[in-house]
């Protein structure tokens, strides 16, 4: 199959809005029927030598069961590679996928959003040698849409299903159309991914996305949130210290609880019971269960527990502070007030890197990641050049490409930023 005009699903399509394009062909079968689930070290040791023996690069997947199962481990891992077939395997009888991995040792691994799976494969022990991102590589090209569907609509011109993508993965045994759903998950990765290469090609835009896809498989993982309480959705409500620590006693509480039941945190309380019962601070369980907003699965049956930790919030001593201490910029729209030489810089270079956005026919955020800029804006170095904000963009993680296309247009705008506008004069002016 051959690559299509990005934007379009048929180079064939009529140009009168009045006619209905043509329906694609629907991918509802994977090409060699769907596999049997590898659930044995036996089936593993044989998948392992079918994937070593196959040839070019694999197609990989993962599926989760998130918000139905404790963290983001697969449950599900797919791989395709030609001439060895799809293997669908089960990655919980195995303490890991170690010989996987060994078996793919040297292979490019194509998977669609790989920050969403990689994760889950490293804790598994895999981890590839070589990365293609389906998703990534779309963004750069300038496809409207990035989900894999739509872009095999788009490249391949045919329609996948993805009805299930949403299910929980734990369930066991898994239902004979969740497997036909999965097994074609990495069916045409590895063609998607020769049209992928030639519409970048085409564009001049293959290296960056070789870079991006490189930066991902070499990133070091995560660290540790600080708090990560403090991610419960509508803390912001909150502004008493006290208030806080009954969140903190709350969400590691059901933190514990849901790893000790295996289930997602939100299925026992949502956030928003928890934040309401560190509004209301109430002081017995009934008044607990009568708090408005405070529901959930295990709200009733845990209420004694989650009252306890109320109470271990009402009288700790150890208050935590309302926010954390950061190195990070503030709210771009505080800017004018506290730094007006920064938020002209910020206000200058925003619409000329759009400007090489849209020349290049990619999304701003991937052309410089919208914190690289917020920081180099805030805080350009000391004597602003070519070299120094290419060094302060580099130190920041921006790949070379991007600072060959940002570097310069960054140093023209701060050198000689245009005058600041104030947005709340303007729309006065405007009325």
């Not at 999965?182 to 069916?187: I, N, S, T």
């Not at 019962?277 to 607990?288: E, F, G, S, Y």
């Not at 004597?383 to 920041?396: E, F, M, P, Q």
Request: glycine letters at 6%.
């Amino acid at each position: 199959m051959t690559a299509q005009i990005p934007g379009t699903a048929s180079n064939t399509t009529s140009a009168d809005p009045q006619v209905e394009p043509p329906e694609l062909p629907l991918l509802a079968a994977p090409k060699d029927g769907v596999p049997l689930i590898i659930d044995s070290m036996r089936g593993l040791e044989r998948a392992a030598k079918a994937l070593a023996a196959g040839t070019g690069p694999a197609g990989v997947d993962a599926e989760r069961a998130s918000g139905f199962r404790y963290g983001q481990r697969a449950f599900l891992v797919q791989i395709r590679r030609e001439g060895s077939g799809t293997w669908l395997i089960d990655p919980e009888p195995f303490d890991n996928l170690d010989i996987i991995n060994d078996a793919l040792q040297g292979v490019e691994w194509i998977l669609h959003a790989a920050t969403q799976d990689l994760p889950c494969l490293s804790e598994l022990g895999m981890w590839p040698d070589k990365l293609f991102d389906t998703e990534l590589a779309a963004r750069l090209a300038g496809l409207p849409r990035v989900g894999l569907a739509a872009v095999i609509e788009n490249l391949l011109g045919f329609t996948l299903a993805k009805e299930h993508s949403a299910a929980d993965w734990s369930t066991r045994p898994l239902p004979e159309p969740w497997l036909r759903y999965a097994a074609l998950d990495v069916e045409v990765l590895a063609e998607l991914r020769i049209e992928l290469i030639k519409v970048l090609d085409d564009a001049g835009k293959l290296a960056f996305a070789e870079q991006e896809f490189e930066a991902i498989r070499t990133a070091p993982p995560t660290p540790p949130r600080v708090d990560p309480w403090r991610r419960t959705n509508g803390i912001h409500q909150l502004r008493d210290r006290r208030q806080l620590a009954v969140v903190r006693e709350l969400w590691t509480e059901r933190e514990h609880l849901a790893e000790n039941r295996d289930t997602a945190p939100g299925r026992l309380i949502p956030d928003s019971a928890i934040v309401a019962a560190a509004r209301a601070m109430p002081t017995t369980v009934p008044q607990l269960l009568g708090t408005p907003g405070f529901h959930g699965r295990a709200a009733q049956k845990e209420a004694p527990r989650w009252m306890r930790c109320i109470s271990a919030g009402r009288s700790t001593t150890e208050l935590p502070p309302l926010h954390i201490p950061t190195h990070a910029p503030p709210p771009p729209r505080v800017w004018p007030k506290n730094d007006p030489a920064a938020a002209a810089r910020l206000q200058t270079a925003k619409p000329r890197l759009a400007a090489v956005a849209e020349k290049l026919n990619l999304p701003i955020e991937n052309l410089l990641t919208p914190d690289h800029l917020r920081r180099v804006a805030w805080r350009p170095p000391a004597d602003i050049n070519l070299d120094s904000i290419s060094a302060a963009l580099r130190d920041l993680g921006a790949r070379e490409w991007q600072i060959e296309q940002t570097a310069a247009v960054l140093t023209v705008a701060f050198l000689d930023p245009d005058p600041l506008v104030e947005k709340e004069k303007d729309t006065a002016a405007s009325r």
